[in-house]
């Protein structure tokens, strides 16, 4: 069983639908958690970060964590075309020797039609 | 203000030779770490370096080495290239002091092991 899961898609969802992107992991130390944007080739780009559980809104984006089923989701409103792209969930223990060390989903591929 | 950079940007090499991936990480950052993400999975934690030293290192073989330089720049080296080395080499650098840092990562070196 891998440590991070995430459903690779793709996702087609027309402009202006809330699109829904969601992680699933298995360690109980995870106590970071991200999601990253990563357009074609190129590198991902921090979109949200969030400690332990809760909500966290940034404009169109919101990021939840449930720490107790080991779920995150980032929920993304009026789409645009422009978030075509491929979302990465990323989450770290943040202790000691893996630090810095971050597990990544393998990606959700989301295109957003006009 | 720059980036993480990476250079080159793409790269071609046969199997059995040796290859050398730099990264310059954001100014006043001193961690670097190096993610290997192969076409359709997500980024896999190769090494992190903070102040020249090795913090981590992943489940990849003694032919992956790297080095930290005194302006925190790194190297990443990788030694008698197998075909599944081609992948998209991507460096991402954070703060490294204070506990968990997010990381930001560069453009990626697009290597190709024919």
């Known amino acids: 069983q891998k440590e991070v899961e995430q459903d690779p898609g793709p996702l087609s969802v027309p402009e202006g639908a809330i699109v829904s992107l969601n992680c699933t992991y298995s360690?109980?130390?995870?106590?970071?958690f991200m999601w990253y944007r990563q357009y074609s080739r190129k590198g991902p780009e921090l979109l949200m970060y969030?400690?332990?559980?809760g909500n966290k809104e940034d404009g169109r984006f919101t990021a939840q964590v449930d720490k107790s089923s080991k779920y995150i989701s980032l929920f993304i409103r009026d789409s645009q075309p422009s978030d075509s792209a491929t979302y990465l969930c990323a989450m770290s223990d943040g202790r000691g020797s893996t630090l810095g060390r971050l597990y990544f989903g393998r990606g959700t591929q989301l295109t957003v039609w006009p | 203000d720059a980036g993480v950079t990476q250079s080159p940007t793409h790269l071609i090499k046969t199997r059995g030779q040796h290859v050398t991936l730099r990264c310059s990480p954001i100014?006043?950052?001193?961690?670097v770490s190096w993610y290997q993400q192969v076409l359709g999975q997500g980024p896999q934690f190769i090494f992190q370096?903070?102040?020249?030293?090795?913090?981590g290192r992943g489940n990849f073989p003694d032919r992956f080495s790297a080095r930290q330089f005194p302006n925190y720049s790194s190297e990443l080296n990788v030694n008698a290239l197998l075909l599944g080395d081609s992948a998209l080499y991507l460096c991402?650098?954070?703060?490294?002091?204070?506990?968990?840092?997010?990381?930001?990562f560069g453009p990626g070196t697009r290597l190709l092991v024919l």
């Open positions: 100014s006043g950052h001193k961690s």
């Open positions: 991402a650098s954070s703060l490294g002091t204070g506990g968990f840092q997010t990381q930001y």
């Open positions: 969030t400690y332990s559980s």
């Open positions: 360690n109980s130390a995870f106590q970071y």
């Open positions: 370096y903070y102040e020249k030293e090795e913090r």
